[in-house]
T-cell receptor, first 112, second 111 residues
């Protein structure tokens, strides 16, 4: 089945140690998103790509970067994780019959 | 994109219809209403969307008021597996790609 895959599902890193989260899709969608979701809160959009065109949200910290080397893959880089960056990180694509978003299962990041 | 207002939580008896309201009083004429749900520890899942007409699919019905300032998601026969957080989102589909999630409604289906 076509899908959005996120690896790993759980990631532990140390305070200040760079970490990369991965997302891949088999849907061949042009648009890919990264969201941050903290406990009991709604997902918060960090940035998105339309093809290779990167669109950053105004309030996304500089500590968060992203790469999209091709249509299928998108990476979230956190350069110096702080304790406040512990969260679920959700990757999504957009397309399909209703132009809706398709979400991956998320990566839960713990910062020690 | 217009903001949405939803009640923070609701309960519904199993087998009964669950009616989840959403207020979007500042919606523009070209903004669609989308509904997603998120079951605990999973990614959000698309349910349904509409512009001004009522919509129905295999999961739910969407009722949009004539002035488009509010809508209601209806789960006709709620099951325990429908316990989730339900998000109402309004967005423009022909410009920009952003989906901004509001605070959502936590629905608990009670046996």
């Amino acid at each position: 089945d076509a899908m959005v895959i996120q690896n790993p599902r759980y990631q532990v890193t140390q305070f200040g140690k760079p970490v990369t989260l991965s997302c891949s899709q088999t849907l061949n969608h042009n648009v890919m998103y990264w969201y941050q979701q903290k406990s009991s809160q709604a997902p918060k959009l960090l940035f998105h790509y339309y093809d290779k065109d990167f669109n950053n949200e105004a309030d996304t910290p500089d500590n968060f970067q992203s790469r999209r080397p091709n249509t299928s893959f998108c990476f979230l880089d956190i350069r110096s994780p702080g304790l406040g960056d512990a969260a679920m990180y959700l990757c999504a694509t957009r397309g399909g019959t209703h132009n809706e978003q398709f979400f991956g299962p998320g990566t839960r990041l713990t910062v020690l | 994109d217009a903001k949405t207002t939803q009640p923070p939580s609701m309960d519904c008896a199993e087998g009964r219809a669950a009616n989840l309201p959403c207020n979007h009083s500042t919606i523009s004429g070209n903004e669609y209403v989308y509904w997603y749900r998120q079951i605990h520890s999973q990614g959000p899942q698309y349910i349904i969307h509409g512009l001004k007409n009522n919509e129905t699919n295999e999961m739910a019905s969407l009722i949009i008021t004539e002035d488009r300032k509010s809508s209601t998601l209806i789960l006709p026969h709620a099951t325990l597996r429908d316990t989730a957080v339900y998000y109402c989102i309004v967005r423009v589909t022909n410009t920009g790609n952003q989906f901004y999630f509001g605070t959502g409604t936590s629905l608990t289906v009670i046996p």
